[in-house]
């Protein structure tokens, strides 16, 4: 379609009125309704943990024993190495930085904050509220290439080996937040074994979409743990995860895991920061899914709302786009988590964007999923199909690739 063609039925677009929004991956309202049992399964009679514990009561930091056991198997891991925490992973993920920042980690007696620079790897494309944790500590953010395989493993083990100011590294492993990808277990194991200057270096692996498939083939992960156990690295590695698009989006439980002296040292700066988290929340998980076997089921339920608007976002974006080369525009296609990483040819991102937005569809800005908002080739967009309803990602998706083609078109 030539230029002239697209512009005119953008403008038919833009005088719809239209105001769809896919700026995060939030789950819609079907999703949680799935979880709506949970409020029915304590009672006012019916408070108490396996142990006897009064789950109305202080004190339980590290959960109770039912959740650390479920919820062990969810994280493939032991349950002396997991903590369940409040509704929010990104808060232990933040705490966590601040208690390296502030104390030190149990490999180092040097405070991140009396160094002269710490830095972070940052896999790219990635997750924007990863890279506003570290602005806020004024952590050094390089860039490393995301590939199919995990991040590139040249770039990782020429970095860490070389600069011991190099403390930690954020890793979203499964279904990445926005590629989809999955680290293989090469890389996993290439993580694990890697020469570092810093002795206390740490990876911080967001395990997010753990169980967020899309297909009944969900993509395989290396036990990470496991892996830096066996060559040697056993506290390089810190785990986070939550229910947090399982259940409730804003009342899940979240959890720390990772060696056992990493555990001590969570718990000893956590339980001077908290008498105990919410004891009742994390009864009403254990009773609802019961088991691992209750969590998968869910979990297909899950995938059985949003399924279909990934695939119509796939199929539209094929209709209009082709291949894509025609346009200099490429996509990924997950095979589970909450995301869609679109590259526009190069310098276009900004520009489509800013269009989608006149036309009423709400996308997240270009630059955000690149450190401090700067994508170095203006080209990647984070597409977050969740939320609206399938009709809407239909229209958006049909106005976003007019976007696309009308930038390609107009900065050739």
């Not at 030539?2 to 700026?23: E, I, N, S, W």
């Amino acid at each position: 379609m030539p230029l002239d063609a697209l512009v005119k039925r953008y403008q038919q677009y833009k005088h719809m009125g239209l105001a769809l929004d896919m700026t995060r991956g939030k789950p819609c309202s079907d999703q949680l309704a799935l979880s709506d049992g949970m409020l029915d399964v304590v009672t006012s009679a019916d408070f108490r943990a396996a142990d006897g514990t009064d789950c109305r009561n202080y004190g339980g930091f590290d959960g109770i024993p039912e959740a650390r056991a479920l919820f062990a198997e969810f994280m493939q891991v032991a349950p002396a190495e997991l903590l369940v925490g409040g509704n929010s992973s990104l808060t232990l993920m933040h705490d966590t930085v601040a208690r390296c920042y502030l104390h030190s980690n149990v490999d180092s007696d040097v405070a991140w904050r009396d160094l002269p620079e710490v830095k972070f790897l940052c896999p790219v494309p990635g997750y924007d509220r990863h890279f506003a944790i570290c602005e806020n500590f004024g952590i050094t953010m390089i860039p490393v290439a995301m590939t199919p395989d995990g991040p590139d493993m040249e770039q990782v083990e020429a970095l860490v080996a070389a600069d011991p100011l190099v403390k930690g590294m954020w890793m979203v492993p499964k279904y990445q937040n926005p590629t989809g990808y999955t680290v293989s277990d090469a890389v996993v194991k290439r993580l694990a074994a890697m020469p570092t200057a810093a002795p206390d270096f740490r990876i911080f692996w967001d395990n997010a979409y753990a169980h967020h498939h899309l297909s009944d083939t969900p993509d395989p992960l290396a036990d990470v743990l496991a892996e830096c156990k066996a060559a040697g690295h056993p506290n390089r590695v810190f785990l986070f995860g939550s229910t947090s698009k399982v259940s409730f989006a804003g009342s899940g439980i979240s959890f720390f895991a990772a060696s056992g002296p990493n555990v001590a040292w969570m718990r000893f700066h956590g339980s001077r920061q908290s008498i105990g988290p919410d004891k009742l929340n994390q009864l009403r998980h254990v009773r609802f899914f019961k088991d691992m076997d209750g969590i998968r089921a869910h979990m297909a339920r899950h995938a059985a709302i949003i399924k279909p608007k990934f695939d119509a976002v796939l199929r539209i974006l094929g209709e209009e786009l082709g291949d894509g080369s025609a346009y200099g525009a490429s996509w990924t296609v997950p095979n589970g988590g909450y995301f869609i990483s679109f590259d526009t040819k190069d310098g276009c991102a900004a520009h489509v964007v800013a269009l989608a937005s006149e036309a009423g569809v709400k996308l997240t800005e270009a630059g955000a999923t690149f450190p401090y908002g700067e994508d170095p080739r203006d080209r990647n967009i984070r597409i977050a199909p969740t939320l609206p309803a399938l009709a809407e990602i239909e229209q958006a998706t049909r106005i976003f690739a007019t976007c696309v083609k009308i930038a390609a078109l107009e900065d050739a």
